[in-house]
């Protein structure tokens, strides 16, 4: 499992978010303030921390710089933040990655995807990746 499918798990099982707030069952989880500095998570539901942190458990770590980083409830729940906003920009947007771009850098094309833009894109760019898919 990735981090990011976890994030797409807990998204599919309750969890929502609203601005910084992190949502479970419509109620407050947490609030995750991202700053120049380190991110800061505040907790409000001791089951939705529980929840995250046995789904974080499951991810294994990933190598950044050549060190092992452990997936956290706290970093897991920064990528459900990333995967909601990137839900809210999709609902308007065609979000794309090509080739040689990051994981977390996308393209935006500011017109809903149709069949009719996917395969315009398709054209000029044959390799391009849709995030408005894997964020569904």
Known sequence: MTIRSAALTLLASGFS???????HAAKPAA??????????????NDVARALVMEAASRVPPVVMGGKSLEIDADLLLEE??????LRKAAEKSTLIRLPGDSEYSYRVVKHPL???LRAEILSKYPAA????DEIA
């Open 17 to 23: 978010v609203r601005g910084s707030k992190i949502l």
């Open 31 to 44: 609030l995750v303030e991202q700053t120049a500095g380190p991110t800061v998570v505040t907790w409000y």
């Open 80 to 85: 459900v933040l990333f995967v909601g906003k």
């Open 114 to 116: 149709t069949p009719e």
């Open 129 to 132: 990746l849709f995030v408005n």
